[in-house]
């Protein structure tokens, strides 16, 4: 079968013919992958500058957004049923016994920085046509939801982001009452970027009643800007407003969810943070230069305004569940913001165009496997 692989020793990325799949374990399940999300990890992959394959192999095979339809199912499986559409959880728990978050089903949370990731760190991923997992990794979604399942996992870097959210504002006992789909309500929040990340965040942010406005380049009147306005959000265009201009457009900032992995800019807007507000980093920048920020101003702010600085990475079953139950949500309110994200597909054959050459304007490509 086909699969598109990076190997970083000869700096390639090709498409390999690799033998199918078979079950090994009764709790496997088989797939049949549909559709593989392209994002700015895969990116990084690409250009070498992250992920590691698999121990013993010279090459990664990519992708871990994904959705997959079961096609054969072990002797002891009970959680889905052939026919079924699932999507796959990405991480992996580290081997180590005295990992608590690991054994506790928390990789997210992994301790000891030995997890792995299908598609990214020492598994191979989903840009492949059969799949076999274990079943306890597998996330059914609604047969309503095909065209749009291969967005559950990028949702699910807000969801767990919200979910964080929603425990640290706990401390404040006004909103702790809030019922988590209201937690927003009163609230602010800016998203930086409008790329998938940053726009199925802002859907989870309006979703939880926030007053959502998301920064972004990409003028006032381009796609994104549409799809933010088609939502109930505000756009605020970054060649028209600046950096510093922000709180004048939104007023108190409560909540800042950082969807860009530019960390210069993440940093010129965590000084302007509301009090007992919450910052959110969800981006994995590159290595550059060093940026000058200030450490005084930044520390009083965070004391004197009681803030609070977050990073969160992917991502738990709860999750997942919670971005397939949003997704659907989303799809019945917005139906064409959210079909407007994915703007481009392309069969595996094309999967350089997809990865490599994709236009400026692409908001999400797929490699649609079959
Ligand atoms: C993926 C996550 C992963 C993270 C770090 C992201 O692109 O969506 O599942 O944990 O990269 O490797």
């Known amino acids: 079968m086909k699969a598109v ?6 700096r390639e990325v090709k498409s390999i013919a690799v033998p199918e ?13 549909l559709d593989v999300g392209i ?21 990664l095979v990519i992708g871990h957004e994904s959705l997959g339809e079961v096609v054969e199912v ?29 054994a506790a089903g928390r990789q997210d949370f992994c301790f000891t920085g030995e997890y ?16 076999v997992d274990d079943q306890r990794y597998m996330n059914v979604v609604p047969r309503a939801l095909r ?14 982001a919200l979910a964080q959210v929603r425990l640290v504002q706990q401390r404040l006992p006004w909103t702790a009452s809030a019922s988590d789909s209201a937690a927003g309500t009163g609230h602010r929040a800016v998203v930086l970027g409008a790329g998938p990340v940053g726009l199925l965040g802002a859907m989870a942010l309006v979703a939880a009643g926030f007053a959502t406005f998301v920064y972004s380049r990409g003028g006032d009147a381009g796609p994104r800007a549409r799809i933010v306005r088609e939502i109930g959000a505000t756009f605020v265009a970054a060649e028209s407003t600046t950096v510093a201009a922000l709180p004048q457009v939104v007023g108190a900032i409560d909540v800042v969810y950082e969807a860009t992995g530019a960390s210069k800019l993440a940093f010129d807007v965590l000084p302007l943070l ?46 997942f569940e919670a971005a397939i139950r949003d997704l659907g949500l989303f799809q019945s309110r917005w139906p064409r913001a959210l079909a407007a994200l994915v703007t481009g597909r392309f069969p595996i054959d094309a999967y350089a165009e997809a990865l490599l050459r994709a236009p400026a304007d692409a908001i999400k490509s797929v490699v649609a496997v079959s």
């Open 5 to 10: 692989a990076v190997f970083p020793a000869s």
């Open 21 to 33: 799949p078979l079950l090994a374990t009764p709790t496997d399940v088989r797939l049949r992958i």
């Open 39 to 59: 994002c700015g990890t895969d990116k990084e992959l690409c250009a070498f500058k992250y992920g590691t394959p698999p121990a013993g192999s010279d090459h």
């Open 74 to 102: 072990g002797s002891a499986v009970t959680r889905v049923d052939v026919g079924d559409l699932v999507v796959p959880m990405v991480r992996r728990p580290c081997p180590r016994a005295d990992c608590r978050a690991c």
């Open 116 to 131: 792995t990731e299908r598609g990214i760190k020492e598994r191979h991923g989903f840009m492949t046509e059969w799949v």
């Open 147 to 160: 065209d749009v399942g291969v967005l559950v996992e990028p949702l699910t870097i807000a969801e767990k």
């Open 274 to 319: 509301g009090t007992n507000g919450i910052f959110v980093f969800t981006g994995v920048p590159g290595r550059r230069a060093p940026v000058a920020v200030d450490t005084d101003l930044l520390m009083r702010n965070l004391v004197l305004k009681n803030q609070i600085v977050l990073g969160s990475v992917n991502a738990s079953r709860a999750d």
